[in-house]
């Protein structure tokens, strides 16, 4: 098929995002763009669409600048006429299509994705928070703020916090938000409750614990499993058969879940620790207490897809914007690519039914989309549909191990300096068998 059968015509051939543009669609772009009145009032040689498809593509190449992006978009447009654009006439048109329409396209593209975990009949997800690195300027500085030091000294670089709701096993974002660093993730936790709904079940750590938290999250009828400290006072109101009972915090009642958790290492020591555990899951029939403990382990997940958005896109790199607003719209476009890779890794699992999305390699699936990118490879769906694609089929093809259970000490792994200061440390992983008793309240 000539190559101006498959992408866009005239000035709007460069927007694309290879095979990814199937997820990211022309149409979901154009109504975003539509919605927030972000669409140029005359096509110009950077229409509003190309410069979205930019900003994405732009994640896919995050070592590079953004003329090197489009180096790479227009790589694969065999013999059609496309602009060069100077880095000054790009950053216009980022600052022109401005943080609205990347905002509406992420609210478009956000959810749980096919195949997410159900467990008893309850969607899986989980809460948590991270930060990433900004430039150093004094607008970023200025608006997100940056870890505090010794007094009157300046430390690293300026951080944003970000926190989401992903559905766990598809590792897909279902709502995300983010500002300034020194703003703690208990007040952003809010501002997300608006996604969840009743037949959800929400994850999260101690930090969550909070009793005006856990009310508004039961207002919305969703259920929770919250961590708590172990020695939280927790005044049982009925003691249940399996051993867990029921308590009041604030005006919910919740299930309280006390467990302790032996890990036996094949050839290594023997831990073991305790959970207190909350929820609004108070049937222990219905809900046993024993898989209430192990299934909190999904919490895990949110970390995972913090690790592929900091290590395995980003690189542990600083972001590119300078100003706010830049990094605002950067944000929303790292969230959006890396849903669009998910949501690919989630429909491969589903139309295949031979794996899990959580055994699909990330890594693989980011190093195809770039290839197809540079290739303009699959923008528009043939005459055939292909329910997988090539990223899935590259995914597919080296599918991770199935999760094995292992144990391994939480020390850096490479300190910033070259001695030891810590000592010997044990850093093997071991495998484990893992015992969980109920402790009566």
């Given at each position: 098929?000539?190559?101006?059968?498959?992408?866009?015509?005239?000035?709007?051939?460069?927007g694309?995002?290879?095979?990814?543009?199937?997820?990211?669609s022309?149409?979901?772009?154009?109504a975003?763009?539509?919605?927030?009145?972000?669409?140029?009032?005359?096509?110009?040689?950077?229409?509003?669409?190309?410069?979205?498809?930019?900003?994405?593509?732009?994640?896919?190449?995050?070592?590079?600048?953004?003329?090197?992006?489009?180096?790479?978009?227009?790589?694969?447009?065999?013999?059609?006429?496309?602009?060069?654009?100077?880095?000054?006439?790009?950053?216009?048109?980022?600052?022109?299509?401005?943080?609205?329409?990347?905002?509406?396209?992420?609210d478009?593209?956000?959810?749980?994705?096919?195949?997410?975990?159900?467990?008893?009949?309850?969607?899986?997800c989980?809460?948590?928070?991270?930060?990433?690195?900004?430039?150093?300027?004094a607008?970023?500085?200025?608006?997100?703020?940056?870890?505090?030091?010794?007094?009157?000294?300046?430390?690293?670089?300026?951080?944003?916090?970000?926190?989401?709701?992903?559905?766990?096993?598809?590792?897909?974002?279902?709502?995300?938000?983010?500002?300034?660093?020194?703003?703690?993730?208990t007040?952003?936790?809010?501002?997300?409750?608006?996604?969840?709904?009743?037949?959800?079940?929400?994850?999260?750590?101690?930090?969550?614990?909070?009793?005006?938290?856990?009310?508004?999250?039961?207002?919305?009828?969703?259920?929770?499993?919250?961590?708590?400290?172990?020695?939280?006072?927790?005044?049982?109101?009925k003691?249940?058969?399996?051993?867990?009972?029921?308590?009041?915090?604030?005006?919910?009642?919740v299930?309280?879940?006390?467990?302790?958790?032996?890990?036996?290492?094949?050839?290594?020591?023997?831990?073991?620790?305790?959970?207190?555990l909350?929820?609004?899951?108070?049937?222990?029939?219905?809900?046993?207490?024993?898989?209430?403990?192990?299934?909190?382990?999904?919490?895990?997940?949110?970390?995972t897809?913090?690790?592929?958005?900091?290590?395995?896109?980003?690189?542990?790199?600083?972001?590119?914007?300078r100003?706010?607003?830049?990094?605002?719209?950067?944000?929303?476009?790292?969230?959006?690519?890396?849903?669009?890779?998910?949501?690919?890794?989630?429909?491969?699992?589903l139309?295949?039914?031979?794996?899990?999305?959580?055994r699909?390699?990330?890594?693989?699936?980011v190093?195809?989309?770039r290839?197809?990118?540079?290739?303009?490879?699959?923008?528009?769906?043939?005459?055939?549909?292909?329910?997988?694609?090539?990223?899935?089929?590259?995914?597919?093809?080296?599918?991770?191990?199935?999760?094995?259970?292992?144990?391994?000490?939480?020390?850096?792994?490479?300190?910033?300096?070259?001695?030891?200061?810590?000592?010997?440390?044990?850093?093997?992983?071991?495998?484990?068998?893992?015992?969980?008793?109920?402790?009566?309240?």
């Amino acid at each position: 098929m000539p190559r101006r059968g498959v992408v866009a015509s005239g000035a709007f051939a460069p927007g694309h995002l290879g095979e990814l543009t199937q997820i990211v669609s022309f149409d979901l772009v154009d109504a975003a763009l539509e919605a927030t009145r972000s669409v140029q009032r005359r096509v110009r040689v950077l229409p509003s669409r190309v410069v979205v498809y930019l900003l994405l593509a732009g994640v896919l190449f995050e070592q590079i600048g953004y003329r090197q992006v489009w180096a790479r978009l227009i790589s694969g447009l065999d013999g059609l006429p496309v602009a060069a654009p100077t880095s000054s006439a790009l950053a216009q048109a980022l600052r022109r299509v401005g943080t609205a329409a990347l905002r509406a396209l992420f609210d478009l593209v956000a959810g749980p994705g096919a195949g997410a975990v159900r467990w008893r009949g309850l969607l899986v997800c989980a809460i948590d928070g991270t930060s990433l690195f900004i430039p150093d300027s004094a607008a970023n500085s200025s608006r997100f703020g940056r870890q505090t030091g010794r007094a009157g000294a300046e430390a690293g670089y300026p951080m944003l916090r970000l926190l989401a709701v992903v559905a766990c096993g598809t590792r897909t974002v279902i709502d995300a938000v983010f500002g300034p660093y020194l703003t703690g993730e208990t007040t952003y936790a809010p501002q997300l409750f608006d996604c969840l709904k009743p037949g959800m079940l929400l994850l999260a750590d101690r930090n969550f614990a909070v009793a005006a938290l856990i009310e508004k999250i039961s207002g919305t009828r969703a259920e929770l499993l919250i961590r708590c400290k172990d020695n939280r006072t927790l005044p049982p109101i009925k003691q249940l058969p399996d051993r867990s009972w029921l308590a009041r915090v604030g005006t919910v009642v919740v299930r309280v879940v006390d467990a302790e958790i032996t890990v036996r290492c094949q050839d290594g020591p023997r831990r073991a620790g305790r959970y207190r555990l909350i929820t609004t899951l108070t049937d222990d029939r219905r809900y046993p207490a024993a898989e209430l403990v192990r299934l909190y382990h999904q919490r895990w997940e949110i970390e995972t897809s913090y690790f592929e958005l900091k290590s395995t896109i980003l690189g542990g790199r600083v972001l590119r914007a300078r100003t706010p607003d830049g990094v605002a719209q950067e944000v929303y476009a790292l969230l959006i690519t890396y849903q669009a890779l998910r949501t690919a890794i989630a429909d491969t699992a589903l139309a295949t039914g031979d794996f899990a999305a959580d055994r699909g390699s990330f890594t693989i699936a980011v190093n195809t989309a770039r290839d197809q990118l540079i290739h303009a490879a699959a923008v528009l769906t043939g005459t055939t549909i292909d329910l997988i694609g090539t990223i899935g089929r590259a995914v597919r093809a080296e599918l991770l191990a199935p999760r094995r259970e292992r144990t391994s000490p939480r020390v850096v792994k490479r300190a910033i300096s070259k001695h030891r200061a810590k000592g010997a440390i044990d850093r093997n992983t071991y495998k484990t068998q893992i015992t969980v008793h109920i402790v009566p309240g």
